[in-house]
Every structure is written in structure tokens, then in C-alpha cells.
């Protein structure tokens, strides 16, 4: 995709929805990295349901020591992989207070230190809760940064280092939400919703979804009206 093209397609992106945020519930950055730990292989939704009841107990890694691994269990058997991500959670929250003094660090390499915490991850974390402006690639930029033409990769690696390339400085705080939520909503995997998609006319994508036909018009029988 052309550079003229990138930018005007996260033009478009930030007119139509120029603060966007994320859909996961948190109150406190270690609600945040708890929630993002617990979404992978799931979806935001059944993760909010699971951390409902569990965020109102628990705010920081102390309180969630204090739950206990079978006490986290319980709250979100729900999601899948329940049990290692509970272990893990459980983990993560013992080196915060141990080394962090209860804190979520803001540097990467501490982040990817934690347990259950890869750079997606990291990546959520850094731009979510301290502002940076990180992309994290997870299934859905991975997809349209491919489909689109925006920035191939064979790895989600690949496309994170395409997009740092680029997308435009003005727009990189906001990008990961804005092709997250362009992936789930209308760049989706079975049918992407073409005719809606405002970047259509940039999009490389080459089998676009056709508009829906138009339902044929009613005959009348002769010599009715």
C-alpha cells in the first residue's frame, strides 16, 4: 500500500472514531494486564463476565495472592485454558510484589519477564495503560494488516515491524485499536463486511464481498393493480 494510501486510510479510521479504546473492563493497570492475560484464545466479552465479580475483590497482585489460585480458579473457569492461566496469574502477581513492589512495570522486558506475558501482551499493556505507542498484533491486525495490503507479514512479528514502519506518527498511539476493532467488526475472517468498510477503495484485497443483491421486484398478475 502506497504511503499516500496509509495515510488516508488511518485518516479515515481516526475521523470515524478518534479516541478509541479498549473493550476489555479494568480499573487499575494490574486489572489491565490480569484481563489481558486471561483474553488469549478468548474472546473480550467472556473474559468481562469472568473478571465481573473477580475485579471487585481484587485491584492489585497483594488482594489476588490473598484470592489464591483455586479462589481464581473458581471466577473464571469459564475461559479457556482456565487453569494454566491461573497459575499463572497467581505467578506474575508473586514476582510484582517480590520485585515491583506491587507495580506494573513500565518497560517491556520486566512485562515479558512475567509469567503468561508475551509481547502482545507487553504490547497491550504499554499502550493501554502508559500511553505508548506500541501495536500489539493479535489475530485480527494480523489478518487485516495482511488482507489489506497494509502490512504483509509472514509472523505477527513481521507485521508489527511493518506497521511501526508505516504508520504514520500522528496515528500510531490509536492504531492498534483502530485495526483491532476494523477486524472484528468489519475486516472479519469468513465474510469481511466489504460494502460497509470505509478503506474499501484502498483495501488490496482482491475477493471482496459483493453487495447484497436487491430482492427481485413483485409481478403483479395481469389484471391485477
Same mark, same amino acid.
Given at each position: 500500500?502506497?504511503?499516500?494510501?496509509?495515510?488516508e486510510?488511518?485518516?479515515?479510521?481516526?475521523?470515524a472514531?478518534?479516541?478509541?479504546?479498549?473493550?476489555?473492563?479494568?480499573?487499575?493497570?494490574?486489572?489491565?494486564?490480569?484481563?489481558v492475560?486471561?483474553?488469549?484464545?478468548?474472546?473480550?466479552?467472556?473474559?468481562?463476565?469472568?473478571?465481573?465479580?473477580?475485579f471487585?475483590?481484587v485491584?492489585?497482585?497483594?488482594?489476588?495472592?490473598?484470592?489464591?489460585?483455586?479462589?481464581?480458579?473458581?471466577?473464571?473457569?469459564?475461559?479457556?485454558?482456565?487453569?494454566?492461566?491461573?497459575?499463572?496469574?497467581?505467578?506474575?502477581?508473586?514476582?510484582?510484589? $517480590?520485585?515491583?513492589?506491587?507495580?506494573?512495570?513500565? $518497560?517491556?522486558?520486566?512485562?515479558?519477564?512475567?509469567?503468561?506475558?508475551?509481547?502482545?501482551?507487553?504490547?497491550?499493556?504499554l499502550?493501554?495503560?502508559?500511553?505508548?505507542?506500541?501495536?500489539?498484533?493479535d489475530?485480527?491486525?494480523?489478518?487485516?494488516?495482511?488482507?489489506?495490503?497494509?502490512?504483509?507479514?509472514?509472523?505477527?512479528?513481521?507485521?508489527?515491524?511493518?506497521?511501526?514502519? %508505516?504508520?504514520?506518527?500522528?496515528?500510531?498511539?490509536?492504531a492498534?485499536h483502530?485495526?483491532?476493532?476494523?477486524?472484528?467488526?468489519?475486516?472479519?475472517?469468513r465474510?469481511?463486511?466489504?460494502?460497509?468498510?470505509?478503506?474499501?477503495?484502498?483495501?488490496?484485497? %482482491?475477493?471482496?464481498?459483493?453487495?447484497?443483491?436487491?430482492?427481485?421486484?413483485?409481478?403483479?398478475?395481469?389484471?391485477?393493480?
Amino acid at each position: 500500500m502506497k504511503r499516500a494510501d496509509v495515510e488516508e486510510f488511518f485518516r479515515r479510521l481516526s475521523a470515524a472514531d478518534p479516541a478509541p479504546q479498549t473493550e476489555l473492563a479494568y480499573g487499575t493497570v494490574y486489572q489491565l494486564l490480569v484481563a489481558v492475560v486471561l483474553s488469549a484464545q478468548a474472546t473480550d466479552v467472556g473474559v468481562n463476565k469472568a473478571t465481573r465479580l473477580l475485579f471487585q475483590q481484587v485491584d492489585n497482585p497483594a488482594a489476588m495472592l490473598a484470592l489464591g489460585e483455586d479462589g481464581l480458579k473458581a471466577h473464571i473457569k469459564t475461559i479457556g485454558l482456565f487453569n494454566a492461566k491461573a497459575k499463572n496469574v497467581i505467578a506474575l502477581s508473586r514476582l510484582l510484589v $517480590d520485585l515491583h513492589g506491587g507495580e506494573v512495570p513500565r $518497560d517491556r522486558a520486566a512485562l515479558e519477564a512475567l509469567p503468561g506475558v508475551g509481547r502482545k501482551t507487553a504490547n497491550v499493556v504499554l499502550n493501554v495503560a502508559f500511553g505508548e505507542p506500541t501495536i500489539a498484533v493479535d489475530t485480527h491486525i494480523f489478518r487485516v494488516g495482511n488482507r489489506t495490503g497494509l502490512a504483509p507479514g509472514r509472523t505477527p512479528l513481521d507485521v508489527e515491524k511493518a506497521l511501526e514502519r %508505516k504508520v504514520p506518527k500522528a496515528y500510531r498511539l490509536h492504531a492498534h485499536h483502530w485495526l483491532i476493532l476494523h477486524g472484528r467488526y468489519v475486516c472479519k475472517a469468513r465474510k469481511p463486511d466489504c460494502p460497509a468498510c470505509m478503506v474499501a477503495d484502498l483495501c488490496r484485497y %482482491k475477493l471482496k464481498t459483493p453487495p447484497a443483491a436487491l430482492p427481485a421486484p413483485v409481478q403483479m398478475p395481469v389484471g391485477e393493480s
